[in-house]
């Protein structure tokens, strides 16, 4: 049984490694695809989010700044080694008209846009108990992306605005599988509680009685 404890350790470790550089990917917005949006073009998650967020008014506004502040130092360290303003914020990602633009974009996304919200949802979630929803989560925004691009619905007819995916989607979705956490201990007991098939002797001496 110790053995097998430790053999399955390792699993646990994958998870949480897998959970925290989900979380990172997620919260400084490294771009994983290029769709359409509210907010004009959407390279992430925590991006389409955002748009849904501040154009329907359902979230305070700070705590969406908050939300994206980190990966805007990031980019805007990369850039141009420069810290953007607080009150700048919603400027760079295009989100001061977002309120006044239609939500036909999103809701024609709908795959991508709740996908991102599993997403976003599943990396902050998972830092502190990894689960299963990174993974859906990044299926549907996958989805969404092959509806459009492949299947081509919604029609795209600007070339500027066709869909995009970035190689580190892979990355994304390669971590949000491997974040899923397996019960180790019910999978050893279980195996461990396999019946063991008995001997047939009883049923062999009644028939020759």
């Known amino acids: 049984m110790a053995n097998a404890m430790k053999g399955w350790s390792w699993v ?41 967020l501040i154009g329907s008014q359902s979230f305070p506004e700070g705590a969406v700044k908050a939300l994206l502040f980190p990966g805007a130092i990031m980019h805007g360290l990369v850039k141009n080694m420069t810290v953007p303003s607080w009150d700048n914020l919603l400027n760079i990602y295009n989100l ?9 974009v999103d809701l024609q996304r709908l795959e ?10 599943g990396a902050i979630i998972g830092i502190l108990k990894p689960g299963r ?18 299947l081509g619905k919604p029609v795209n007819s600007d070339p500027s605005r066709a869909v995009y995916v970035y190689p580190t989607m892979l990355i994304a979705l390669i971590c949000a599988f491997a974040s899923v956490k397996y019960d180790v201990k019910k999978v050893i007991r279980s195996a461990a509680a396999r019946p063991v098939a008995k001997p047939m002797q009883n049923s062999a001496k009644s028939k020759l009685q």
């Not at 470790?13 to 550089?21: D, Q």
């Not at 991508?112 to 949802?121: I, R």
């Not at 989560?137 to 992306?145: D, F, N, P, Y």
């Open 133 to 150: 929803m990174s993974m859906f989560g990044t299926l549907l925004v996958i989805w969404g992306l092959v509806k459009e691009g492949i």
């Open 12 to 52: 646990r470790n994958i998870s949480s490694i897998a959970s925290r550089v989900y979380f990172f990917i997620i919260l400084l917005q490294i771009p994983l695809f290029r769709i359409s949006c509210r907010a004009g073009m959407c390279t992430t998650p925590l991006h389409v989010t955002s748009c849904q």
């Open 112 to 121: 991508v846009l709740v996908g991102s919200y599993f997403s976003v949802a």
């Open 96 to 104: 001061t008209d977002v309120k006044e633009a239609s939500a036909v």
